[in-house]
């Protein structure tokens, strides 16, 4: 069976300056894999080329065998892949209901059944079991754009869970969410990754939470992937630091 | 929702029973283009209309009872003109007077018409006075009157054999552009240009490039006012030598001064003008000058007069008949002996068409002036 | 060909007007992201300041053009900012455009209402004498506005390049977060951006008015003008949206000649949708970089 | 709160009976005024979902107007029926719509509103310039009213509760529409285009649809608008009314489902009420809408809102101490 994610020798460039530069990689079903790197080693340029953000300027990217490179993102989507973005991506003015929804409605039947279907494209169930399951319920009827940092965090996760992906790629889940709420998402991803078998590939700064989260992590410096391996193996290994401390 | 809600219920508390008009006067509203681009023909005949309004008034009204005569603005667009013409129905007037755009006149005068008041307007297109509306009435030639005597005068008088006509697109000019190309194919003569411009145009160097490439010995231009002006100017400053003909506006107050010089040399037909040699028009156009402090044009007399006209028909039939008052109308003339306030004789036919002396004039040193007067055309 | 030269002559004097209204209107999109559905009205309203001084005030001509300078800036600079601008930023684009669509309507109406709805005559800096150019007939007057026009787009240029407060400016328009950290007072700079676009219209205003008179409705046309020039032209660039007010003036000559006159409107507008869908940068822009 | 609910529920009550007794105490003229309110309030609704719900800022909703009324026009003088005419001007401005949403595929903000302040003036012009069809300046009068089974909208009475028939029936469409999946898509496009795209939702389609739906209704208004004013000149539909038909869509209140209602009920009612004001109605109007846009940008209900949201807040703020 293929993997569930192949990257082979993916190139991004910018008028000549190369972004990502030759990276390959495949990640396992059921995989929680952590990408690392200093600031501008290319990684949300790989998220964004990986999820049709952004086309390729060379390079192959395929899920579960299929050859995606250059889909648009909601192509995409529809084959099983989703994201979190760097920035909070919420909808601010819909409810937390409304949003899981939305995140979810377009798996949901046809254009037509959706329009003449049920009103919550008979995900209400579903929400209401996302919300409970991240400890959202509280803020079920609240429009998400005053929810505060963390729950937003919480809620915009929680949004690429709703149709039911086999991969989701998170970009900084843990920037700026308090050490509580921390310990909570780490829980409810790992949660998901076990009930599910969701895979997972998660970008991130905080060490912890990646090295205590992730079964595999890649370290990425100027576009390429200068390391790989178990948590431990990548916190000591010379080449990370010399690239995070610099030559 | 209240926000609907509040404004219907006002209109139900203030409007419900509408007070039977005051016996002491009689409603005759005015609906005329007080905005927009027909704002200087629109000023001028509610000038008119007040001037005489208020002449009447003064003396004691008409059968002793003074004109309530209310200004309603189009804006200039029928759409409007339409619903303010409803607005005046429901206090069923006696006349209405106006508006001046025949694109305004148009949708109004099928309500009017339903309603069975009469409509005195200033529109010229022809096509008002050809649907058999007995409620509606022209205080000037409509554009298949005046085209004719333009045509004549480009045959006889300029001796042309092919012209550039230059019009602004709209229903004015398209109007007057399409009788003008119809009379001059009657006549033998070439339209060798034909020109559109838009209303509100500013730069005129295309369009009088393209009427001095042409062979035309002379051209007609039928524009608004202000547009008229421009092109004159860029005419005259590209030396255009064959003869500029207009008809009524161009010979107007407004180009004249507007265009400065460059309107010296344009001639045409005139079908109103305090300018002609007629004292009871000069008068006016004194009176006019002093109580609005600016030079009328053919719109105030055509405001003017309608309103003796009102006069006059009621005195004839000696009550407020808006039926009977129409009736009347078609078939009459009124001379200025009967009915000074008329200023010049003039004939209303079964459909509403005005018939009186016109006549040709230039522009002179900055100055209209009148070389011919043109007889009753005798429709 | 004479006729040709002539449409061309003519087409540039008319584009050096939108020029100075889209430079204005580029400016200030530069600087604070303002649309101003409202800049034609900014041509239209100056030349009535000078005709209330001369008629009302009984100025002459220079001190009531001097008058009209000092209240545009005043009223379509710093007022139009303080009291239009200012309030609407943190609303986002939207509001903004439709205060500016108000004000157009504003403006009009009031000069309408409050001046006079018909056509005025406006006194020319030049006597109109007519040249002979290559067979076309150039007035004295065009002349003049085109050389005013393209002498004050330089001297802007100048001011932006060379000067240590136009400098500033390019930097606020650039990125007003490296123009604060760099100790630029960034306020100021948009202040004094909206103070120039107010006497960039009412230099066009004087400039155009003697020609083509001055009424109400006439920032109607030349509104859309300026937007079309600028948007052609680049909409981030000085040098772009003179080029676009020069190709628009004398491609509308072109297209009412060779065209359709009926369809003269439609020429700059078919143009100006080619260009957003293929150039939206415009023809001398440069590409605004966008995040994801 | 149990009672604001109950204080919306009587006065929207109140106003169906108010509405429902027009003819009753309203005069002809007001009776059409109030038509052209339902009319134009149609018009607004589609540019309201355009604009309001998917985000697109569109200066060519009268130009959609304009192309639904000839076409009723048009079709009706050819000797078509008033129903298939009016279907016909709903389905043509939808496959025009959507054309005009393949711009807003690559330019948003001022770029669109530019390509589609452009559309609204070539509309013009086809309109004014191809006499062979429209009749050009002379404009079509004479457009007969409509008969449905035998019942014929002839008078101003009759057409009046035609028009608010309609102008409900498309009311409880869009609030149907609103609530369901193919809304919260709209919603989402609206908020956060690149995020919704992430999340499978078809931008592309979606947006194509917000323009298609918003433009198809306004040619459905202007399939009324051509009955109720039996007069049609190129003039009206020109880039000013698309402006101000934007202008009550954004007072009203962009993105609630009564907002264009009550924009054009400030657009098209209130001067009846402000006669005073004759002649600098527009003047103050357009005063109103500055301040408005400074102080509250979600327009008048936005503004409601606001303003029940603090009484609730002083309330509760009250009943603490």
Same mark, same amino acid.
């Given at each position: 069976m293929a993997s569930v994610l192949e990257i082979a020798d993916l190139h991004k460039s910018f008028g000549g300056i190369a972004a990502v530069n030759g990276v390959s990689f495949t990640v396992e079903e059921g995989e929680i894999v952590g990408i690392i790197g200093p600031n501008g080693s290319g990684k949300s340029t790989l998220f964004n080329c990986v999820l049709g953000q952004l086309q390729p300027t060379s390079g192959e990217v395929r899920i579960d065998g299929r050859v995606t490179t250059g889909m648009r993102p909601c192509d995409l989507n529809a084959l099983g892949v989703s994201r979190t973005f760097q920035l909070l991506q919420v909808f601010p003015e819909l409810t937390v209901r409304d949003n899981l929804i939305a995140a979810g409605q377009e798996h949901c039947g046809t254009m037509f059944s959706r329009l003449f279907g049920p009103r919550d494209a008979g995900l209400g169930p579903v929400a209401d079991r996302m919300i409970e399951f991240f400890r959202l319920s509280h803020v079920a009827? /609240?429009?998400?754009?005053?929810?505060?940092?963390?729950?937003?965090? &919480? &809620?915009?996760?929680?949004?690429?869970?709703?149709?039911?992906?086999?991969?989701?790629?998170?970009? /900084?889940?843990?920037?700026?969410?308090?050490?509580?709420?921390?310990?909570?998402?780490?829980?409810? &991803?790992?949660?998901?990754?076990?009930?599910?078998?969701?895979?997972?590939? %998660?970008?991130?700064?905080?060490?912890?939470?990646?090295?205590? &989260?992730? $079964?595999?992590?890649?370290?990425?410096?100027?576009?390429?992937?200068?390391?790989?391996?178990?948590?431990?193996?990548?916190?000591?290994?010379?080449?990370?630091?010399?690239?995070?401390?610099?030559? | 929702m209240k926000y609907l809600v509040k404004p219907l219920f006002a209109a139900a508390i203030a409007l419900s029973p509408i007070s039977a008009v005051a016996q002491s006067t009689v409603y005759i509203p005015n609906l005329a283009e007080l905005s927009g681009a027909g704002a200087v023909s629109g000023t001028n005949w509610r000038d008119?209309?007040?001037?005489?309004? /208020?002449?009447?008034?003064?003396?004691?009204?008409?059968?002793?009872?003074?004109?309530?005569?209310?200004?309603?603005?189009?804006?200039?667009?029928?759409?409007?003109?339409?619903?303010?013409?409803q607005k005046m129905i429901d206090n069923k007037p006696y006349v209405i007077l106006g508006p001046v755009f025949s694109g305004s006149v148009l949708p109004s005068m099928e309500l009017s018409k339903a309603a069975e008041i009469p409509q005195i307007m200033g529109g010229e297109a022809a096509a008002i006075t050809q649907r058999g509306n007995p409620?509606?009435?022209? $205080?000037?030639?409509?554009?298949? %009157?005046?085209m004719p005597k333009i045509a004549n005068y480009m045959r006889d008088g300029v001796k042309a054999k092919s012209v550039a006509v230059v019009w602004v697109n709209n229903d004015f000019g398209k109007g007057g552009r399409d009788a003008f190309v119809a009379e001059m194919t009657k006549r033998n003569i070439k339209?060798?240009?034909?020109?559109? $411009?838009?209303?509100?145009? %500013?730069?005129?160097?295309?369009?009088?490039?393209?009427?001095?490439?042409?062979?035309?010995?002379?051209?007609? %231009?039928?524009?608004n006012e202000e547009e008229s002006a421009r092109f004159l100017r860029e005419a005259r400053k590209q030396g255009i030598k064959v003869p500029l003909i207009g008809e009524t506006t161009l010979l107007g107050q407004k180009v004249i001064e507007l265009a400065g010089e460059a309107a010296n040399g344009v001639k045409g037909h005139v079908g109103l003008t305090a300018d002609a040699p007629v004292p009871a028009l000069q008068a006016f156009g004194e009176k006019f000058k002093k109580r609005f402090g600016y030079a009328n044009d053919h719109n105030g007399i055509k405001g003017y007069t309608a309103v003796y006209v009102i006069k006059h028909v009621t005195e004839k039939i000696g009550k407020f008949d808006s039926k009977a008052f129409a009736a009347a109308l078609h078939g009459m003339t009124i001379t200025p002996a009967q009915e000074p306030g008329i200023l010049m004789e003039a004939t209303w036919d079964k459909n509403g068409d005005i018939d009186r002396q016109s006549f040709l004039g230039e522009v002179v040193g900055g100055k209209q002036k009148i070389v011919e007067i043109l007889p009753k055309a005798g429709l | 060909m004479s006729a040709f030269i002539q449409l061309v002559v003519s087409g540039l004097a008319t584009g050096a007007i939108y020029a100075l209204v889209a430079v204005g209107f580029a400016l200030l999109w530069q600087t604070s992201q303002t649309i101003n559905f409202a800049q034609g009205e900014f041509v239209m309203v100056p030349a009535f300041f000078v005709l209330v001084a001369i008629k009302y005030w009984g100025f002459g001509y220079w001190p009531a053009i001097a008058v009209g300078f000092a209240i545009s800036a005043l009223l379509l600079g710093a007022a139009f900012k303080g009291l239009v601008v200012e309030p609407m930023l943190r609303h986002g684009v939207l509001p903004l455009v439709i205060s500016t669509v108000a004000l157009a309507i504003l403006m009009k109406e009031a000069v309408k209402d409050f001046y006079s709805s018909q056509a005025q005559q406006f006194p020319a800096i030049v006597e109109g004498t007519d040249l002979d150019f290559l067979g076309a007939v150039v007035s004295t007057q065009s002349i003049a506005v085109i050389v005013v026009a393209i002498g004050a787009v330089a001297l802007l240029n100048w001011f932006l390049s060379s000067t240590l407060t136009g400098r500033a400016m390019q930097a606020t328009a650039q990125n007003r977060n490296v123009a604060r950290i760099l100790g630029i007072d960034v306020e100021r700079m948009i202040l004094y951006t909206f103070l120039i676009n107010g006497l960039l219209t009412a230099l066009a205003s004087f400039l155009i008015s003697p020609i083509y008179l001055a009424k109400f409705t006439n920032g109607e046309t030349l509104g859309l003008a300026a937007f079309v020039a600028a948007i052609v032209g680049g909409f981030n660039q000085v040098r772009g949206a003179v080029l676009g007010g020069l190709i628009l003036g004398i491609l509308d000559n072109l297209a009412a000649a060779y065209v359709s006159a009926q369809y003269r409107a439609a020429v700059p507008l078919v143009v100006l949708v080619a260009v957003i869908l293929w150039r939206p940068q415009g023809i001398l822009g440069r590409v605004e970089e966008r995040s994801v | 709160m149990a009672s604001a609910g109950l204080v919306r529920g009587t006065l929207a009550a109140v106003t169906v009976v108010v509405l429902a007794a027009g003819p009753e105490f309203l005069r002809p003229s007001q009776l059409y005024l109030v038509s052209l309110w339902a009319v134009t309030a149609i018009a607004a609704m589609g540019l309201n979902l355009t604009l309001g719900y998917a985000g697109q800022i569109s200066m060519a909703q009268g130009a959609f107007v304009g192309i639904g009324a000839y076409t009723v026009a048009l079709l009706m003088q050819a000797g078509l029926g008033f129903f298939p005419a009016f279907l016909a001007a709903g389905v043509l401005c939808f496959a025009v719509g959507w054309l005009l949403g393949y711009p807003a595929l690559r330019v948003q903000h001022h770029y669109l509103a530019f390509v589609t302040l452009a559309f609204t003036t070539l509309v013009y012009l086809l309109l004014r310039n191809e006499q062979w069809l429209t009749n050009g300046v002379y404009g079509i009068s004479g457009i007969q009213r409509p008969t449905a089974l035998g019942f014929a909208f002839g008078t101003a009475a009759r057409f009046y509760y035609f028009c608010l028939g309609i102008m409900a029936l498309f009311l409880g469409a869009m609030w149907w529409m609103i609530r369901s999946p193919w809304g919260r898509a709209f919603m989402v496009l609206r908020e956060n285009p690149v995020r919704a795209l992430s999340l499978g939702v078809d931008t592309r389609r979606y947006t194509l649809l917000a323009f298609a739906i918003g433009s198809a209704v306004g040619g459905f208004a202007g399939g009324l608008f051509a009955p109720l004013v039996q007069f049609l000149e190129p003039n009206s539909f020109s880039l000013g009314y698309s402006l101000s038909l934007l202008l009550m869509v954004i007072v009203g209140g962009a993105g609630y489902l009564f907002g264009p209602l009550v924009g054009a009920a400030v657009a098209i009612l209130l001067p009846d009420f402000l006669r005073f004001t004759e002649g600098y109605y527009l003047l103050l109007y357009a005063a109103a809408v500055m301040v408005l846009m400074a102080f509250c940008p979600q327009g008048l209900i936005g503004l409601s809102e606001r303003w029940q949201a603090n009484r609730r807040a002083r309330l509760a703020a009250g009943g603490e101490r």
């Amino acid at each position: 069976m293929a993997s569930v994610l192949e990257i082979a020798d993916l190139h991004k460039s910018f008028g000549g300056i190369a972004a990502v530069n030759g990276v390959s990689f495949t990640v396992e079903e059921g995989e929680i894999v952590g990408i690392i790197g200093p600031n501008g080693s290319g990684k949300s340029t790989l998220f964004n080329c990986v999820l049709g953000q952004l086309q390729p300027t060379s390079g192959e990217v395929r899920i579960d065998g299929r050859v995606t490179t250059g889909m648009r993102p909601c192509d995409l989507n529809a084959l099983g892949v989703s994201r979190t973005f760097q920035l909070l991506q919420v909808f601010p003015e819909l409810t937390v209901r409304d949003n899981l929804i939305a995140a979810g409605q377009e798996h949901c039947g046809t254009m037509f059944s959706r329009l003449f279907g049920p009103r919550d494209a008979g995900l209400g169930p579903v929400a209401d079991r996302m919300i409970e399951f991240f400890r959202l319920s509280h803020v079920a009827g /609240e429009r998400a754009g005053r929810l505060s940092y963390g729950q937003q965090k &919480l &809620l915009d996760a929680a949004m690429a869970f709703m149709g039911g992906p086999r991969l989701v790629l998170l970009d /900084e889940p843990a920037g700026g969410v308090n050490l509580t709420m921390l310990g909570d998402l780490r829980e409810r &991803l790992r949660a998901i990754n076990r009930e599910r078998r969701s895979t997972f590939v %998660v970008i991130e700064h905080n060490m912890d939470f990646v090295m205590s &989260l992730c $079964t595999r992590v890649l370290v990425l410096a100027e576009g390429r992937i200068i390391a790989q391996g178990s948590p431990d193996a990548v916190r000591n290994d010379p080449k990370v630091i010399e690239a995070y401390l610099g030559p | 929702m209240k926000y609907l809600v509040k404004p219907l219920f006002a209109a139900a508390i203030a409007l419900s029973p509408i007070s039977a008009v005051a016996q002491s006067t009689v409603y005759i509203p005015n609906l005329a283009e007080l905005s927009g681009a027909g704002a200087v023909s629109g000023t001028n005949w509610r000038d008119g209309i007040i001037l005489a309004v /208020e002449e009447i008034n003064a003396k004691g009204g008409i059968l002793g009872r003074k004109l309530d005569v209310p200004h309603v603005d189009t804006q200039s667009e029928a759409s409007i003109a339409r619903a303010q013409i409803q607005k005046m129905i429901d206090n069923k007037p006696y006349v209405i007077l106006g508006p001046v755009f025949s694109g305004s006149v148009l949708p109004s005068m099928e309500l009017s018409k339903a309603a069975e008041i009469p409509q005195i307007m200033g529109g010229e297109a022809a096509a008002i006075t050809q649907r058999g509306n007995p409620y509606i009435f022209r $205080t000037a030639f409509g554009q298949q %009157v005046s085209m004719p005597k333009i045509a004549n005068y480009m045959r006889d008088g300029v001796k042309a054999k092919s012209v550039a006509v230059v019009w602004v697109n709209n229903d004015f000019g398209k109007g007057g552009r399409d009788a003008f190309v119809a009379e001059m194919t009657k006549r033998n003569i070439k339209v060798v240009a034909d020109v559109s $411009t838009e209303s509100g145009q %500013v730069d005129f160097a295309s369009d009088v490039v393209k009427v001095k490439n042409s062979p035309a010995e002379a051209i007609f %231009v039928y524009t608004n006012e202000e547009e008229s002006a421009r092109f004159l100017r860029e005419a005259r400053k590209q030396g255009i030598k064959v003869p500029l003909i207009g008809e009524t506006t161009l010979l107007g107050q407004k180009v004249i001064e507007l265009a400065g010089e460059a309107a010296n040399g344009v001639k045409g037909h005139v079908g109103l003008t305090a300018d002609a040699p007629v004292p009871a028009l000069q008068a006016f156009g004194e009176k006019f000058k002093k109580r609005f402090g600016y030079a009328n044009d053919h719109n105030g007399i055509k405001g003017y007069t309608a309103v003796y006209v009102i006069k006059h028909v009621t005195e004839k039939i000696g009550k407020f008949d808006s039926k009977a008052f129409a009736a009347a109308l078609h078939g009459m003339t009124i001379t200025p002996a009967q009915e000074p306030g008329i200023l010049m004789e003039a004939t209303w036919d079964k459909n509403g068409d005005i018939d009186r002396q016109s006549f040709l004039g230039e522009v002179v040193g900055g100055k209209q002036k009148i070389v011919e007067i043109l007889p009753k055309a005798g429709l | 060909m004479s006729a040709f030269i002539q449409l061309v002559v003519s087409g540039l004097a008319t584009g050096a007007i939108y020029a100075l209204v889209a430079v204005g209107f580029a400016l200030l999109w530069q600087t604070s992201q303002t649309i101003n559905f409202a800049q034609g009205e900014f041509v239209m309203v100056p030349a009535f300041f000078v005709l209330v001084a001369i008629k009302y005030w009984g100025f002459g001509y220079w001190p009531a053009i001097a008058v009209g300078f000092a209240i545009s800036a005043l009223l379509l600079g710093a007022a139009f900012k303080g009291l239009v601008v200012e309030p609407m930023l943190r609303h986002g684009v939207l509001p903004l455009v439709i205060s500016t669509v108000a004000l157009a309507i504003l403006m009009k109406e009031a000069v309408k209402d409050f001046y006079s709805s018909q056509a005025q005559q406006f006194p020319a800096i030049v006597e109109g004498t007519d040249l002979d150019f290559l067979g076309a007939v150039v007035s004295t007057q065009s002349i003049a506005v085109i050389v005013v026009a393209i002498g004050a787009v330089a001297l802007l240029n100048w001011f932006l390049s060379s000067t240590l407060t136009g400098r500033a400016m390019q930097a606020t328009a650039q990125n007003r977060n490296v123009a604060r950290i760099l100790g630029i007072d960034v306020e100021r700079m948009i202040l004094y951006t909206f103070l120039i676009n107010g006497l960039l219209t009412a230099l066009a205003s004087f400039l155009i008015s003697p020609i083509y008179l001055a009424k109400f409705t006439n920032g109607e046309t030349l509104g859309l003008a300026a937007f079309v020039a600028a948007i052609v032209g680049g909409f981030n660039q000085v040098r772009g949206a003179v080029l676009g007010g020069l190709i628009l003036g004398i491609l509308d000559n072109l297209a009412a000649a060779y065209v359709s006159a009926q369809y003269r409107a439609a020429v700059p507008l078919v143009v100006l949708v080619a260009v957003i869908l293929w150039r939206p940068q415009g023809i001398l822009g440069r590409v605004e970089e966008r995040s994801v | 709160m149990a009672s604001a609910g109950l204080v919306r529920g009587t006065l929207a009550a109140v106003t169906v009976v108010v509405l429902a007794a027009g003819p009753e105490f309203l005069r002809p003229s007001q009776l059409y005024l109030v038509s052209l309110w339902a009319v134009t309030a149609i018009a607004a609704m589609g540019l309201n979902l355009t604009l309001g719900y998917a985000g697109q800022i569109s200066m060519a909703q009268g130009a959609f107007v304009g192309i639904g009324a000839y076409t009723v026009a048009l079709l009706m003088q050819a000797g078509l029926g008033f129903f298939p005419a009016f279907l016909a001007a709903g389905v043509l401005c939808f496959a025009v719509g959507w054309l005009l949403g393949y711009p807003a595929l690559r330019v948003q903000h001022h770029y669109l509103a530019f390509v589609t302040l452009a559309f609204t003036t070539l509309v013009y012009l086809l309109l004014r310039n191809e006499q062979w069809l429209t009749n050009g300046v002379y404009g079509i009068s004479g457009i007969q009213r409509p008969t449905a089974l035998g019942f014929a909208f002839g008078t101003a009475a009759r057409f009046y509760y035609f028009c608010l028939g309609i102008m409900a029936l498309f009311l409880g469409a869009m609030w149907w529409m609103i609530r369901s999946p193919w809304g919260r898509a709209f919603m989402v496009l609206r908020e956060n285009p690149v995020r919704a795209l992430s999340l499978g939702v078809d931008t592309r389609r979606y947006t194509l649809l917000a323009f298609a739906i918003g433009s198809a209704v306004g040619g459905f208004a202007g399939g009324l608008f051509a009955p109720l004013v039996q007069f049609l000149e190129p003039n009206s539909f020109s880039l000013g009314y698309s402006l101000s038909l934007l202008l009550m869509v954004i007072v009203g209140g962009a993105g609630y489902l009564f907002g264009p209602l009550v924009g054009a009920a400030v657009a098209i009612l209130l001067p009846d009420f402000l006669r005073f004001t004759e002649g600098y109605y527009l003047l103050l109007y357009a005063a109103a809408v500055m301040v408005l846009m400074a102080f509250c940008p979600q327009g008048l209900i936005g503004l409601s809102e606001r303003w029940q949201a603090n009484r609730r807040a002083r309330l509760a703020a009250g009943g603490e101490r």
